[in-house]
């Protein structure tokens, strides 16, 4: 008996048809053109090329190779597949650059210039010692536009009154921020004009100079750009009240700025501090060093005196001088800025161990900053004086104990 064997059952669904070849990438980096010719089969891999000059890799959507991008180039070919790229996105920021102006050695009296000062150690200019003095590139966002818009709100008329207000704005504007972290730094903004700026030439500064590249957002930065002209057109128009505003950019200019720094360090004690001096100029934009302790005694007595001062003979006076029709900010002024003058002198002396010097125009535009240049603290800062006026509370009375 022969068993025949029963043929095979078919699949009564369609086969599955061939994919085809892999469609161009719309990625925001890349957008694909017709790939060239394609290797044959026996064809050797082309090895890794070299980048001219600083690149930035780029996935190939064909492949997953990395295509490295040459500054200034729109066009890339993979060098495993062979498929043409078009670059588009941040790469294609304008980029300048502000040429150096300071030498090493103009860059190091800087330095030992910032050394000197009350507020810092005594000896500190004699017994520092600069280590190192290096040059960097760090880049910044800039942008420039055309603010038009208007705002209707109401201002002042007099004490008591007030008045409706149409302002128009129509002013060209510029802003700029720091497009890498620079926490170690501590510059934020730069002091620039169109005529520093001169074409972004990579290769030299590779040569010549340590240069970093953006690493913040640049859609993150076209909106603090927005919201710091917006906050300025507010500022200029003065409303006590606004109760509409239609404010717009015209033919915005987004570019990024590399600009020349000195990097010093020096050492004092067997610890060390950083100083950044401003490679155009020449100015120390950013500095730390060891605090005075005599100074910081100095602040606390005299911060103590003068707040005593302000607060008890100050509202003494306010408070004869007001009359039913006064508002109460009378009072309470100098009760703020004796308060001031007292919490000052005390964060003197208890964080005085190590001084800052942090120049306003290197900060961000919108930092805010209290009376004097933000040496006495603002209204802003009044739930922070009251936490560090009950530590100056509990400081006295652990002193007080001690002594016990």
Not at 20 to 41: C, K, N, R
Request: with cysteine; glycine share 8%.
């Amino acid at each position: 008996m022969t068993t025949e064997t029963p043929p095979p059952i078919s699949d009564p669904r369609p086969a599955a048809p061939t994919p085809p070849p892999t469609a161009a990438s719309t990625s925001p980096a890349a957008s694909i053109l017709p790939p060239a010719a394609p290797t044959s089969p026996g064809a050797p891999i082309a090895p890794r090329p070299t980048p001219r000059e600083s690149s930035q890799g780029l996935i190939c959507p064909n492949c997953a190779g990395v295509v490295p991008v040459a500054e200034g180039l729109r066009v890339v070919q993979c060098p495993y597949c062979n498929l043409h790229s078009l670059v588009q996105g941040e790469r294609g920021v304008r980029r300048w650059q502000v040429g150096r102006q300071v030498d090493q050695g103009r860059a190091e009296e800087a330095v030992r210039g910032f050394l000197g000062g009350m507020r810092k150690a005594r000896d500190l200019r004699r017994l520092a010692t600069i280590d190192e003095m290096v040059l960097a590139y760090l880049p910044f966002w800039r942008v420039e536009a055309t603010v038009a818009g208007w705002l209707f709100g109401r201002v002042r008329k007099d004490d008591d009154e007030t008045k409706p207000d149409e302002h128009y704005v129509f002013e060209t504007m510029h802003w700029n921020d720091a497009a890498v972290d620079v926490s170690e730094f501590g510059v934020h903004r730069i002091v620039v004009s169109r005529e520093d700026l001169s074409p972004f030439d990579s290769q030299a500064l590779h040569a010549e100079a340590m240069v970093f590249e953006p690493s913040e957002s640049r859609t993150a930065a076209l909106d603090e750009a927005r919201t710091h002209f917006v906050r300025r057109a507010r500022r200029d128009a003065a409303q006590k009240s606004t109760s509409y505003e239609n404010i717009q950019l015209l033919r915005p200019e987004f570019a990024l700025v590399y600009f020349p720094v000195w990097i010093g360090r020096y050492s004092y004690r067997n610890r060390t501090y950083q100083v950044v001096v401003d490679g155009a100029s020449g100015r120390v934009m950013y500095g730390k060093a060891p605090g005075n302790i005599l100074y910081r005694a100095v602040a606390l007595v005299a911060g103590l005196a003068v707040g005593n001062l302000v607060l008890v003979n100050g509202t003494i006076l306010a408070a004869l001088a007001q009359t039913d029709d006064d508002s109460l900010g009378l009072l309470l002024l100098p009760i703020a800025v004796g308060l001031g003058f007292i919490l000052y002198g005390y964060r003197q002396f208890r964080y005085g161990e190590e001084v800052e010097d942090k120049p306003r125009e290197f900060q961000k535009a919108d930092a805010e900053g209290g009376f004097l240049g933000g040496a006495i603290p603002s209204v802003a800062d009044l739930p922070k004086m009251m936490k560090t006026g009950m530590t100056v509370l509990e400081d006295l009375e652990k002193m007080s104990r001690q002594r016990r």
